[in-house]
C-alpha cells in the first residue's frame, strides 16, 4: 500500500511562493506518475498538474500555468509542487496523488495523501 504525505502548506501573502512537498513510502515511487489537485471550500477537486514518472513530461491545469512548477526527485521519493505569484483564488486544500497506470492524465489516481491547507491573504 502506497503512503503519501503532503508537507509545505500555510499561510502566505498575495504575490507570494509556496513549495509543497509530497513524500511517498510503500511502492515503487519512480514507475508512478504523480499528481496535484486542490479543492477550494465549496468547490469542486481541481487538477493542478501532473508529472510522468521520468521526470521530463508535465501537464498543468489552465489556472496554473506559468506559476507552477512539479518537479520529483526519485531518489527521495518525493515530488515538489512550486507556487508563484500565489493568488486568494489559489486556497485550497492541496492533495498530490499517485497513478500506476499508463494513462496520460487521469482525474481518479490510484493513491492519495490527506492533503495539506494553502491560504493566500489578500
Known amino acids: 500500500q502506497v503512503q503519501l504525505v503532503e508537507s509545505g502548506g500555510g499561510l502566505v501573502q498575495a504575490g507570494g511562493s509556496l513549495r509543497l512537498s509530497c513524500t511517498a513510502s510503500?511502492?515503487?515511487?519512480?514507475?508512478?506518475?504523480m499528481y496535484w489537485f486542490r479543492q477550494g471550500l465549496g468547490k469542486e477537486r481541481e487538477f493542478v498538474g501532473r508529472?510522468?514518472?521520468?521526470?521530463?513530461?508535465?501537464w498543468y491545469g489552465n489556472s496554473v500555468k506559468g506559476r507552477f512548477t512539479i518537479s520529483r526527485d526519485n531518489a527521495k521519493n518525493t515530488v515538489y509542487l512550486e507556487m508563484n505569484n500565489l493568488q486568494p483564488e489559489d486556497t485550497a486544500v492541496y492533495y498530490c496523488?499517485?497513478?500506476?497506470?499508463?494513462?496520460?492524465?487521469?482525474?481518479?489516481?490510484?493513491?492519495w495523501g490527506q492533503g495539506t491547507q494553502v491560504t493566500v491573504s489578500s
Open positions: 510503500g511502492g515503487s515511487f519512480s514507475s508512478y506518475t
Open positions: 496523488a499517485a497513478d500506476s497506470s499508463a494513462m496520460a492524465l487521469t482525474t481518479k489516481p490510484d493513491y
Open positions: 508529472i510522468k514518472n521520468s521526470g521530463d513530461d508535465t
